[in-house]
């Protein structure tokens, strides 16, 4: 025994056009809830630093060191502008030692942490200038 078929499958096999009375088709549940794009932290890290200016090649080695250094894209970003596209061994070290990126923006003797790094002072030194200036009374 077959199942009995709907008013519009009848309809439909009978050539009839039901208009608007005609129930929608059915829609596949991907279509009703559709989920924005999500892209991958590598994308987003790999389109930072295209951005700063690396070619194709280099942000593409640098991409995983850079979320090796640091997992999130978005502050992936704030090293690569402070730091330099070309520094994820620098901002891992800096990390290794308990430096935030925000960190780079204090002053030592007049100028800031970031820009001696990029003046080619060490990370070890610029780690102890912050400790001596965090251990200072306020």
């Not at 009995?4 to 059915?26: F, T, Y």
């Not at 991958?40 to 890290?45: D, F, I």
Request: hydrophobic letters at 40%; one cysteine or more; glycine letters at 6%.
């Amino acid at each position: 025994m077959q199942r009995p078929r709907s008013a519009a499958d009848i309809a439909r096999s009978e050539g009839l056009d039901l208009g608007d009375l005609a129930p929608a088709a059915p829609r596949s549940r991907q279509r009703r809830n559709p989920r924005p794009a999500r892209r991958s932290a590598l994308s987003l890290v790999l389109e930072g630093l295209l951005e700063a200016g690396c070619t194709r090649r280099a942000a593409a080695e640098l991409a995983p060191q850079w979320l090796e250094a640091e997992p999130s894209p978005e502050r992936v970003r704030r090293w690569v502008d402070t730091l330099g596209a070309r520094q994820p061994r620098v901002a891992a070290q800096l990390r290794l030692h308990g430096v935030c990126v925000d960190d780079l923006d204090t002053h030592i003797d007049g100028t800031t942490a970031h820009q001696r790094l990029r003046d080619g002072e060490s990370v070890g030194q610029i780690f102890a200038s912050l400790l001596t200036l965090r251990q200072q009374p306020a």
